[in-house]
């Protein structure tokens, strides 16, 4: 099984350019997926579920469009 992991600037590749503290708040509230520990001072996102995060977004943005 291959994983393919992002960095921060990995996230802002994708679009996504939340400021550290944000995403910090996101992910303590569940609403971002959370970074997996490489290192003391190394995170890391698995990409898969990056991807998955931005569909759900695009899905609610349709959502919203159709109300």
């Known amino acids: 099984m291959s994983m393919r992991m992002l960095s921060d600037p990995d996230l802002r590749k994708k679009g996504i350019r939340f400021s550290r503290q944000h995403r910090h708040r996101l992910i303590a509230e ?38």
Not at 35 to 52: Q, R, Y
Request: charge should be negative; glycine fraction near 6%.
């Open 30 to 67: 569940g609403k971002f997926p959370a970074p997996v520990k490489l290192g003391d001072a190394t995170n890391a996102w698995v990409e898969s579920e990056i991807d998955a995060w931005l569909e759900t977004k695009i899905v609610e943005r349709e959502q919203k469009l159709r109300s």
